[in-house]
């Protein structure tokens, strides 16, 4: 597939050939893959996958033993500083300068990212930081800590946010918050998401797009949330009828109950299959990306090791 | 952004518990100095604190302003070079022991400008510690009424400390430089015990103006006063010493995989 400069330009991420060796083990091996403007894109792979050798790649941490990373069409390698400039990141864990209060790591950053002094104020609150500014980052939870690492990522008003696990470490509460952050910038400001997990499930509900990393190379991309490549999973009153719309209205075949009693579709997009339901006088109460499906595929890429 | 730069690197420092500890513990030595000087001014007394008066006639003859200012010199020489050592380490080291190196050097700012600030930080620091310790010594030893003070001796004290304090900072960059290449403190640390060991050895066998770490040391007179001061060749030798730590500290933070 050869990839013309305009494709380039419109990419959010682009890496070409991407590859990195640490003497003889290859960490990352040949990687192409893109972010659209607007796309979660969820990067998934086991521990020790190469999942975080690439995105210190991508952010100008380590240079690659080949390929590039384009951000916006500008290469990290050639031009860091201008490569960088519209993104927000998080590696791994959130750090922050414990002796400093919250105010003063934002205002650093602030300053270094020569955003205007509004920014300070805007991601304070979208955050729910404002009872904390005054605290030393040393002394906040783990929870506030990440939010204060994912609002110093925001601070500059990033097109491209890349985070590195970031529900590390954080309770399920803290985890739906985050999930709801981002879906909320990609929605409301267009802001494009490359996200790093080992946790399938979150992936899977949060990202229009799944790529699957092993050993370094990229195994697998799939659409999510009805994607042609995922399945949708419903929750009907009644099977047989509902079956019967789906395959009535949308031309879909091999449709199967789980053992839980919900279904799994295939080749369907989530938002016409619940209106074609619900269109044709099924009663719905579950829609959601069918998790088991992506989960065995997971291992069966991965070989389950 | 080199003044931004600036900014975050002094609130960091000013912040920071371990730039008051260092600043409170290097002002410990005028006040021991002092002590041994009041021992010797009055050495009825000093005798019946039996291992500080022994301790405080092997450092001085006399209790007077001559000898007190001659210790504090010496005392910038030689642990100035711990001290500027420390402060190296801390300033870049404490990037990879608290995480945050990863923040810093994905920012869109230039990474020689990041280092330069440091550098300044480390600077103002030093500086700041070399004043403390002057305006501690005389105001200590005005306290005590000691004798033998004149104004040209103040002068030259004050000369001497003008001309240590630069040189000490120049030592800087070294230990920076092993910092960030080791990526913490222990690195920067060893290297700071090896350089004084390894001067110590030098500075025995004459070749202490060559050797950067015995520069300074030698420059504040602990060889005695029949040793003649380093000359040319050695200022030369500490300046390519920090160009070459500034060059190293630099290329490592820009090219280096930045691993935590």
Redesign the interface.
């Known amino acids: 597939m050869t990839i013309d400069q305009d494709d380039r330009d419109r990419m959010a991420l682009q890496t070409e050939k991407l590859t990195r060796r640490f003497g003889e083990i290859r960490a990352v091996d040949g990687l192409d893959l893109s972010v659209r403007p607007g796309e979660i894109y969820g990067f998934l792979g086991r521990n020790g996958a190469g999942k975080t050798t690439t995105i210190?790649m991508m952010?100008?941490?380590?240079?690659p033993t080949a390929g590039r990373v384009l951000l916006f069409g500008v290469d990290v390698a050639r031009e860091?500083?201008?490569a960088?400039?519209p993104?927000g990141?998080l590696?791994?864990?959130a750090?922050?300068?414990?002796?400093?209060t919250v105010r003063?790591n934002l205002?650093?950053?602030r300053?270094?990212?020569?955003s205007p002094r509004e920014s300070f104020d805007r991601v304070v609150a979208m955050f729910r930081l404002s009872e904390f500014t005054e605290r030393r980052a040393g002394t906040l939870s783990l929870g506030n800590k990440q939010r204060l690492a994912l609002a110093?990522a925001l601070i500059s008003g990033p097109r491209l946010l890349i985070l590195d696990e970031p529900a590390n470490s954080l309770d399920p509460a803290g985890i739906v918050e985050i999930r709801g952050t981002l879906r909320r910038f990609r929605d409301e400001e267009g802001i494009s998401v490359f996200v790093s997990s080992h946790n399938l499930s979150e992936i899977a509900v949060l990202a229009d797009r799944i790529g699957i990393i092993h050993r370094g190379r990229l195994v697998e991309e799939m659409k999510v949330n009805g994607g042609e490549s995922g399945a949708v999973e419903i929750g009907v009153s009644d099977n047989r009828s509902a079956v019967r719309i789906i395959e009535d209205r949308l031309g879909l075949r091999g449709i199967v109950e789980t053992a839980s009693g919900t279904l799994l579709v295939r080749g369907g997009e989530a938002a016409s299959i619940a209106r074609a339901v619900v269109d044709g006088g099924g009663s719905l109460h579950l829609l959601r990306p069918a998790v088991d499906n992506l989960e065995s595929r997971f291992l069966q890429i991965t070989g389950g090791e | 952004?080199y003044l931004?730069?600036l900014?975050?690197e002094l609130?960091?420092l000013r912040?920071?518990?371990i730039s008051w500890i260092l600043l409170l513990a290097f002002g410990f030595g005028p006040v021991v100095a002092a002590t041994f000087m009041l021992i010797l001014m009055h050495p009825e007394t000093g005798q019946r604190l039996g291992l500080i008066a022994s301790k405080a006639h092997l450092a001085a003859a006399n209790g007077d302003w001559p000898a007190y200012l001659s210790m504090i010199g010496q005392m910038m020489g030689i642990g100035g070079v711990i001290i500027i050592g420390f402060v190296g380490t801390y300033v870049f080291g404490r990037e990879y022991t608290?995480?945050?190196a990863?923040?810093l050097?994905?920012?869109?700012?230039?990474r020689g400008s990041l280092v330069a600030a440091k550098f300044a930080v480390c600077a103002i620091w030093y500086a700041v510690i070399g004043i403390w310790i002057y305006a501690e010594t005389f105001l200590l030893g005005s306290l005590l009424g000691m004798p033998g003070y004149t104004p040209a001796l103040a002068r030259d004290a004050l000369l001497q400390g003008l001309r240590l304090v630069p040189e000490t900072m120049l030592l800087v960059t070294a230990p920076a430089w092993i910092a960030v290449a080791s990526k913490g403190f222990l690195g920067p640390f060893g290297f700071t015990v090896a350089t004084l060991l390894l001067g110590t050895a030098l500075g025995a066998t004459g070749w202490g103006p060559w050797f950067p770490w015995t520069i300074v040391p030698l420059d504040s007179g602990m060889a005695g006063p029949d040793v003649p001061l380093p000359g040319i060749g050695a200022k030369i030798v500490l300046l390519f010493t920090c160009a070459a730590g500034w060059f190293l500290t630099w290329r490592t933070f820009d090219?280096s995989?930045?691993?935590?």
């Open positions: 210190r952010l100008g941490l380590i240079r860091r500083r201008e960088v400039r993104v990141c590696v791994e864990t750090t922050a300068y414990a002796s400093l003063e205002e650093i950053q300053r270094l990212t020569g110093r | 952004m931004s730069n900014y975050a609130l960091k912040r920071s518990p608290e995480g945050t990863k923040n050097l994905t920012l869109p700012i230039r090219r995989d930045n691993l935590q």
